[in-house]
């Protein structure tokens, strides 16, 4: 693990889990890797699709992959979320596969995306970042579904208001899951108040430090990886996860780019109004949220179905911020159904 993970994971966290001793550390990986394992031996990340070198608008390369499907008649565009790439999707991604044109994207410094410059790492370059992503890999004719986890979400929800004439018309389905439309700056990952007070003030300081120097924090690295895995499980899984999911999340983590970490958590935290959520009244719209997600709690989800009156909203139970690595069949369920609501209602308006 690299030093620059070892900052993020204490400042996000500021409690004993951080900072606990070597002994206390291993005792907590060994109770995660000794649970029932249902994801032992799955292949994460390995399945690809065709590669498109997308270029946004301040020339930064976006990887994006596209999985067609024959006579496919819709596309859908799938965000991850911070410090996750592409490969988060691996369940859906198998799924869904044959119900349109699949397009994947890493969002810039995350998987194999390129970073661009840091003033560009906030929400706005992120919706123009999407907006490239679906000139760039659907065509023009082609309807889409967009379905974003977390800070995926909110980079739709950011493109919506940007762009509220596509929504109902080219737009006809949006799936949000485990995301914000804002207020991030008062979660309290489940730490007692007056601890949650502290690292609310001491995490933007952490981070704007930490990242003044994020290009030589790259090149420093160091062992720890149990400890950010200890991290990973306690914050953004639910009780019981997979030990091999959460392993795998921790290591898109552990690639993700300093700098567009650091800035893009302050741009979400510091961020009051996210999306006004508005457009989305004019497509078939699902919001997904876990019942146990420390970082985009449960009630961040009602707020947005109660912004989106025609929206479906889904609790997964004893799920967490994670929820699509999970519970990947219900997951997927529900984004199928999205699919082929969003594709009967593109099919009715056609004959009105």
Known sequence: MSRRHSMLATALIGT????????????????????????AGEPFGTLRGRPVAVRATDGT?????????????????????WTLSQDAWHFQRRALSGLGRLVFWDQRGHGRSGGGHRAGNGLDQLASDLAAVIEQTVPADMPIVLIGHSMGGMTIMRYADRNPEVFGHRIIGTGLVCTSSGGLGEITLGLPAALARTSRVMMPRVLRAAGAGATALERVRRLGRAGALVIEDRIA?????????????EQMMADTRMDALIDLYLAMTGTATIGTCEALNESETLVIAGENDLLTPVNHSRTIAGRVPSARLEIIPVAG?????????????????LIERARKRLESDART
Do not use: T, W, Y
């Open 321 to 337: 911020h994670m929820v699509m690595l999970e519970r990947p069949d219900a997951v997927s369920d529900l984004l199928g159904d």
């Open 237 to 249: 899984f639910g009780p019981n996860a997979s030990p091999s999911a959460v392993a795998f999340s």
């Open 16 to 39: 004993g889990a951080a900072g606990a001793g070597a002994a206390a550390q291993r005792r907590a990986v060994r109770r995660i890797k000794s649970r029932p394992d249902r994801h």
């Open 61 to 81: 390369r976006l990887h994006a992959e596209i999985d067609d499907a024959e006579g496919g008649d819709v596309a859908v565009v799938f965000s991850h979320g």
